[in-house]
């Protein structure tokens, strides 16, 4: 029976690692920079493609395409602020919304054109590798999958805190005005935050793959679970994001294994609402 | 070494500014004064480049900045602190002094925090604390060395005195007149009249947009219209 809670625990904190890459993109876009990202989670989905493609087409393995992955989603990010969202928002947070929400109907859409409703998956040798720890399994991926997220996380951070770039962005999001009679050019900040946070995607959907499958309607599994994260963790906090993801994590399956797979769920919108109750700032928010 | 002619702006439809004339010279201390909703701030926007003049010009250190960046009027020299001091409230202090150096002075960077943490030692000791929770003085000191870490040649400051007690103002004029003996030039934009002219070389009163007096300080300082001016019964 230990055994069982024991198994529940480790692979909600697995799971959780995984959902807390996907919250660590939007805690920069929607907690630092409040641009409301409904984007986030078709853009998760076209990273997830671009490493399935690579992997099936070029035959480099997910976790070596993980650099140019995220390269190239954080040049996606760059350019679809540049040419569509900041262009179409000019400022406005309902014009944001709208904007994001039509980047992610016509990346749903096309990505079905193109390639159907079905769902794939890439076969590697480490798809089904497990470690053996006493009598638990860990999956391999999904191990490999948390500690690239804590690392990404522990480094994000570090930028955010402590170069000029990330002070920057910390800066144009409050006050923007304050900001350019530094010399600070918000619409660039903005763009390159914006990519950052995509790249981040980049990042998660080749740590995703191996043991995930990838189809058009993917994003959709992350992205509430992804701004339920962000909100609980404290908006904008990476450390947040990533107790936020594990605490998800650890819910889920834990309410799966009481209340069953179709009530489960409804343990996170009650760890969710407790939390607030407590802490209306999140887990790691800032005091307002 | 800041000249302004002619300068029309405002905001979409709405005229503020009709034909402004205006010089700073090396070294000066020069008060544009007025009453609220005169001009005052929107002529400091369309010299920092926040906002478009739709006529006129504006030269600094003898180069065209008219319709320049933003940025461009930062790396030129020509550094605000604005009213309502517009600091960073959810950076630390360091954070909010550091951004001042983000395009100009950052070679000079550890040298130039130092020398803003020996004028405000009060900063020092915050350093690590969000402004947001600081009070107004504290605030003003944090927003008038972030401009100092730009190393501006013209340090615009918008109703520094803004909030603050009347010992605290007295402190600051004396922060200013100090800057300026160390040879930054200064364009004070101000509704404390009195002291303003008591510090500065030249005035501006600035009144529906145009330059309604100019000259010496001393003499606008007994000039009767001054205060017609000041109370819109020109």
């Not at chain 1, 997910?62 to 992955?69: H, I, N, Q």
């Not at chain 1, 995509?198 to 994003?219: K, M, N, Q, R």
């Not at chain 2, 930062?74 to 150096?101: H, T, Y």
């Amino acid at each position: 029976m230990v055994e069982i809670y024991a198994a529940a625990l480790i692979n909600g904190l697995l799971i959780g690692g995984v959902y807390a890459l996907v919250a660590l993109g939007l805690t920069l876009i929607y907690g630092v920079l409040h641009i409301v990202n409904f984007a986030h989670g078709s853009l998760l989905m076209v990273g997830m493609f671009a490493a399935w493609l690579m992997a099936e087409k070029l035959g480099v393995h997910p976790y070596a395409a993980l650099p140019v992955v995220a390269l190239g989603m954080f040049a996606l990010g760059w350019l679809l602020y540049r040419l569509v969202i900041g262009r179409v928002s000019r400022g406005e947070d309902r014009a944001i919304l709208l904007a994001t929400l039509g980047v992610a109907v016509v990346l749903d859409n096309l990505f079905l054109t193109l390639f159907g409703g079905d769902t794939r998956q890439i076969e590697s040798d480490l798809t089904f590798a497990v470690i053996e720890l006493g009598p638990l399994l860990l999956s391999v991926p999904k191990v490999i999958a948390f500690a690239v997220s804590l690392l990404l996380a522990g480094a994000l951070w570090g930028f955010m805190a402590l170069t000029d770039t990330g002070r920057a962005i910390r800066a144009v999001a409050k006050e923007p005005e304050g900001a350019r009679l530094m010399g600070i050019r918000p619409e660039r900040i903005f763009a390159l935050a914006y990519g950052i946070g995509i790249g981040c995607l980049g990042a998660a959907a080749c740590l995703l793959l191996p043991s995930f499958f990838v189809s058009p309607h993917v994003g959709s599994v992350f992205v509430l679970v992804a701004f339920t994260i962000v909100v609980l963790g404290g908006m904008g906090s990476f450390p947040g994001a990533v107790v936020g993801g594990l605490l998800i994590g650890v819910t889920e399956s834990m309410g799966g294994l009481w209340l069953g797979e179709s009530l489960g769920p409804i343990g996170i919108s009650l760890v969710f609402i407790a939390v607030l109750l407590f802490r209306p700032t999140g887990l790691f928010g800032a005091a307002r | 070494m800041l000249e302004v002619r002619g300068l029309h702006a405002g905001y979409g439809p709405f005229a503020v500014l009709h034909g402004i004339d205006l010089d700073v010279a090396e070294g000066e201390i020069v008060a544009v004064l007025g009453a609220n909703g005169a001009g005052k701030t929107t002529l400091n926007r369309a010299l920092s480049a926040v906002i478009r003049p739709t006529a006129g010009n504006i030269r600094f250190e003898g180069a065209e900045i008219t319709g320049a960046g933003h940025d461009a009027v930062v790396r030129a020299g020509l550094i605000q602190v604005p009213e309502g001091r517009k600091i960073f409230p959810n950076l630390s202090v360091r954070d909010n002094l550091l951004l001042g150096a983000y395009l100009r002075g950052r070679p000079n960077r550890a040298r130039n925090l130092a020398r803003v943490l020996d004028i405000f030692p009060r900063l020092g000791e915050r350093l690590g604390q969000l402004v947001g929770s600081m009070s107004g003085g504290e605030q003003q000191m944090l927003a008038i060395g972030r401009g100092m870490m730009a190393e501006p040649r013209l340090l615009i400051l918008d109703e520094p005195s803004l909030g603050l007690s009347p010992i605290l103002t007295e402190e600051l004029f004396a922060l200013i007149g100090r800057l300026n003996a160390e040879g930054l030039a200064i364009l004070l934009v101000e509704q404390n009249v009195v002291q303003s002219l008591a510090i500065a070389g030249r005035a501006y009163v600035i009144e529906h947009g145009v330059v309604a007096l100019q000259g010496d300080a001393a003499a606008l300082a007994d000039d009767p219209r001054l205060r017609a001016a000041y109370l819109g019964l020109a």
